[in-house]
């Protein structure tokens, strides 16, 4: 960690306690593990917008839209959680990530599953700057951003948008 709690929180990922949900279609692999498309993965946040000094907590939930249970690596070591506004990217969780580890997780059908949310410090990321102390908060006073999560391969459909202020 670089002494920032927040991104040290975030860099070593939350925890996979993931929700799943079902729908008919895709079945499971012949293994037990999860098939291409059976999964669904959207990114949340706890609130619509945060008022200075509040750190925004993130986390993500997956489903399982198949109609059997089935296994997937939910661990850090298959998630990218990305912080952007417009074209440009502010943080990204894997920049600075240490201790990333995997975690297969069964996922009942039609169950989705939460991971635990973890705090983002609000300072931009980049893989040049993990050694800084105090890297360079996001600009705040309305400022639009979204989240984007991929975990095991399956990439969010939608972004979620909040406000800081």
């Known amino acids: 960690p670089d ?21 008919a279609g895709t079945e499971t692999n012949a293994d037990g593990s999860c098939a291409a498309g059976q999964l669904t993965v959207t990114p949340v946040t706890d609130a619509a917008s945060y008022k200075a000094g509040v750190l ?14 089935c296994t997937a690596n939910l661990g850090t070591t298959t998630q990218v ?16 990530q240490t201790g990333a580890e995997d ?18 410090s ?20 309305g400022a639009t951003y979204t989240l984007s999560v991929e975990v095991a391969g399956v990439k969010s459909a939608e972004p979620k948008s909040f406000l800081l202020y």
């Open 3 to 23: 002494g920032d709690s927040g991104d040290a929180a975030a860099e070593a990922a939350p925890d996979p306690t993931p929700s799943a949900t079902a729908s």
């Open 56 to 69: 925004p907590k993130l986390s993500f939930t997956v489903t399982n839209t198949g109609m059997e249970p």
């Open 81 to 96: 959680f990305t912080i952007s506004s417009g074209s440009d990217v502010y943080w990204k969780s894997t920049d600075c």
């Open 103 to 120: 975690a297969e997780v069964e996922l009942a059908a039609r169950t989705p599953q939460t991971s635990s949310p973890f705090e983002w």
């Open 122 to 141: 609000r300072q931009r990321s980049s893989t040049t700057t993990c050694q800084e102390k105090q890297r360079p908060t996001v600009p705040a006073g």
